[in-house]
């Protein structure tokens, strides 16, 4: 679903060039959730935002190589941008910068829906919104298709979020600290919607956190990132019951332990 070999970032900032992403290589298959956990400023966002090439050319350099689906997207960026949207989403860290704030929700889930399948009327299309905002667990969807992002909370956001994706033919979802602005239940109950429809659909996941209780509930793999690299990759449970690397094991000891 996703290869990437030896990526490199370099981003043009005011202070001159930040080498972000120093040489990454990851593959995700097909049902599969891979983590990506670091400390503040490591690399994870430039990494899931170069693999999608959501990073404009004046202000980054991408090289390696990125297959995503069989596509070659840094031969090819507008293959990334046919992708997006469809069989690749992103949700990132702040949902409320993901939608317009002068559309109201089914109007995006509306757009997105017929994105995928132009011939549906509108009257379809609002029917389907409001199924798939009733499949991510937002009640009452009918009612909020009308309203405006400013009116839901930050988890129903996430879920609305996560709507759009699933109205595509969704392969790949990057999900950028998808539950950090949420409280506990609410992130445990995104994270179980996340799962179930990976199982569903058997989407692959980039799962980007800092969190290792996160990390450890949704993971196949994990890479540790530090300073633009990967210092440690792994089995999730290797990398937290067994960390090779200080690094590993001082993040280990910055969050508390629920075992
Ligand atoms: N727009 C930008 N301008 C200048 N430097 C940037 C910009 N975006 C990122 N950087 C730098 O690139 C490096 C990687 O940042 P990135 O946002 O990828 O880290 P991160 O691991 O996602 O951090 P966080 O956990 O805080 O989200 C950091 O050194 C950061 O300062
Ligand atoms: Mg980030």
Do not use: C, W
Not at 23 to 45: D, H, L, N, P, R
Not at 90 to 101: E, H, K, V
Not at 168 to 189: H, I, K, N, W, Y
Not at 215 to 244: N, T, W
């Amino acid at each position: 679903m996703l290869d990437v070999t030896d990526l490199r970032v370099e981003l043009m900032t005011e202070r001159g060039v930040v080498k972000a992403v120093d040489g990454v290589s990851f593959s995700i298959e097909s049902g599969e959730t891979v983590t990506i956990i670091g400390e503040s400023g490591s690399g994870k966002s430039t990494t899931a935002m170069g693999v999608l090439r959501l990073l404009p050319d004046d202000e980054a350099a991408v090289s390696g190589k990125i297959v995503i689906d069989g596509h070659d997207v840094v031969g090819n960026p507008r293959a990334a941008a046919r992708l997006r949207g469809d069989k690749v989403v992103l949700i990132p860290q702040d949902p409320m910068t993901a939608l317009s704030p002068v559309h109201t929700i089914g109007g995006q889930l509306g757009e997105a829906v017929r994105l995928r399948d132009p011939s549906l009327s509108r009257k379809a299309a609002a029917d389907r919104a409001a199924d798939l905002l009733g499949q991510v667990g937002i009640p009452d969807p009918r009612r909020q298709l009308g309203r405006h992002p400013h009116q839901l909370s930050g988890g129903m956001l996430q879920r609305v979020l996560i709507a759009i994706a699933l109205a595509g033919r969704l392969r790949l979802l990057v999900a950028d600290e998808p539950t950090s602005a949420l409280d506990v239940t609410v992130q445990a109950a995104i994270l179980d919607l996340l799962l179930r429809l990976q199982e569903e659909t058997g989407m692959g996941i980039l799962m980007i956190t800092h969190d290792l209780g996160v990390a450890r509930l949704v993971s196949d793999r994990v890479h540790v990132m530090k300073d633009g690299r990967f210092v440690e990759s792994g089995e999730v449970e290797q990398i937290v019951d067994e960390p090779r690397e200080d690094y590993t094991r001082s993040l280990l000891s910055a969050v508390p332990r629920f075992r």
